[in-house]
């Protein structure tokens, strides 16, 4: 019997360690499982970076060292010898020290520069008819309309707008919409989708014709470069990627109503180029009362400030050292996406006066304003005539709220 006992006692043993074995295993296996699912569910986030690459490196190393570390590349950036990429935290640590890569920066988001409290938007229904045409009190205040009867709208001065696109359809621009790019990923129209671009593009070049506005220079060759969405806000890099198609595309003037607060590298050595490339480059301050935004605070860029019908500085309107002019910014009449018209205030409006000055002064000669004695205007040479020719606001010459005063084209226009 005892023997028998022991036989029993021997096998519930060893049963219980049995049952103990396979519970430890299935913890072990469940555990792994669950570190495998939490690592699936929840990969190390990439976000999306300039990768800029020293001047000797190759195309196919390019390409390489991004896969190699992980990266996923979006884009070119020809005109910095750069890319664009989604990268991790720790790709982007190791791929920052290989000797191939300058530096690394980051893509960072820039916005049109419209005030919130702007007009809100409507239902966008094609208009059965179109308003007759005025002449708005930006244009008036700058004294475009004075220039024109001299024989100079500007005609064939081709200006990009970097901006949400242009409205292709639009009866007061097409005739001057001349071409274009999408540089956003979502689309290949540089239709505009959003109404800022549009906007813009009326104040330097609505046609004068028997409907809406007329612009500063009412037969400018416009060219629309769409860099920003539907919601007006975009990538550095496709901004950066705009500036290049400007420069392959031989623009004379580009506005850009946009910004960050952001002092990044890689957007400094586009608007370097630009400028050597010999485009005149003019950029909305910003609209939040504080210092001047990018790119409009780059020396190479004329920054704009925005003032009212009574030629006061906005309250908003961004302010410092880098102001170079003021335009007209506050309750603008423009034309808008949807083959409308409407009424917004930002430095977004301010810049478009001064880019379309800009477009008539390069329709001049440039007489003594040839410091370089090269025969044809320079993009430091336009903005010192503007400046010279503005009327002066404020404090006696220059100050940090209208720069060196409001945007005069007829008097820039003049030998």
Known sequence: M???????EHYKMKKKFTILTVSLIMGVVLSLVGATLISRAAPEPMAR??????????????ENLIKKFGGEKIKNLNLINAKTARLTSKSEKA?????????IDDDVIVEALVRPDAEKIKANRTPTSQPLETLPWGIDKIDAELVWPLGNTADLIKVAIIDTGIDVKHPDLINNLKGGVSAVQYTTSYNDDNGHGTHVAGIVAATDNTIGVIGVGSQIDLYAVKVLDRRGSGYLSDVIEGLDWAIANNMQVVNMSLGTSADILSLREAVQRVNAAGIVQVAAAGNDGGAVIYPAAYPE???VSATDSSNNIASWSNRGPEIDLAA??????????GQTYKILSGTSMA???VAGAAALVL??????YDTNINGKWDPIEVQQKLQDRAVNLGATGFDSLYGWGLVNAYNAVQP
Do not use: C, M, W
């Not at 005892?2 to 029993?8: D, E, F, P, S, V």
């Not at 506050?330 to 996406?337: A, F, G, M, Q």
């Not at 329709?363 to 003594?368: H, I, K, Y």
């Open 95 to 103: 791929l920052a020290q290989h000797p191939d890569v300058l530096r």
């Open 363 to 368: 329709n001049t000669p440039v007489g003594s």
């Open 351 to 353: 810049a478009p006066h």
């Open 301 to 303: 860029v004329i920054a």
């Open 328 to 337: 007209p910014g506050v309750n603008i009449y423009s034309t808008y996406k």
């Open 2 to 8: 005892l023997k028998i006992r022991n036989i029993r």
């Open 49 to 62: 970076k300039i990768v800029v690459f020293k001047s000797d490196t190759d195309e196919p190393t390019k």
